[in-house]
């Protein structure tokens, strides 16, 4: 007995469930045209409407508007100031803007190091130093690869890389 109850259980859950695909709601509207949508009706003081709420399944192969497309009117421009681009405010990197930000992604990623670039941007190319040592306040970066070839990167005291004299 024990058993078929278990497998008659078992057999209830596995049947398949139907969804329902379509639903009226209650459309509420309040005095201060507030509206809400519910499936238990309105309240006495709300003004009722029945609404069709269709949820097709995705995939049916029928494209179904969910809204209709506003037309904008583009209004003619005559004053062509109005067009200019207006720079409020630039990037200051703190070494003089000496590179532009395209010069600076490619040379961080070409793993080149150039004048004007900052601390950031060197552990950006290369990674972390093996070595750092700081002398009067001027910060020297130093590499070392596989091959046992060394390379350095001197900084200014405001961290910028010093140019080649």
Avoid: W
């Amino acid at each position: 007995m024990n058993t078929l109850l278990r497998s008659t259980l078992c057999t209830l859950l596995l049947q398949p469930c139907t969804t329902t695909l379509a639903a009226t709601v209650h459309r509420c509207e309040d005095p201060n045209g507030h509206l809400t949508f519910t499936l238990q009706g309105c309240p006495d003081e709300q003004q009722p409407q029945l609404q069709q709420a269709n949820n097709p399944t995705p995939g049916n192969g029928k494209a179904i508007p969910l809204a209709k497309p506003s037309k904008q009117k583009r209004s003619k421009r005559k004053n062509k100031t109005e067009n200019t681009l207006v720079v409020v405010g630039e990037r200051q990197d703190g070494c003089g803007n000496q590179l532009s930000s395209s010069e600076r992604r490619s040379a961080i990623i070409g793993q080149r190091i150039r004048a004007g670039m900052t601390q950031r941007d060197v552990e950006s190319a290369l990674g972390k130093p093996d070595k750092i040592s700081s002398q009067n306040g001027q910060t020297r970066y130093q590499y070392r690869d596989e091959k046992g070839n060394s390379r350095q990167v001197s900084f200014d005291e405001s961290g910028c890389v010093r140019t080649k004299r």
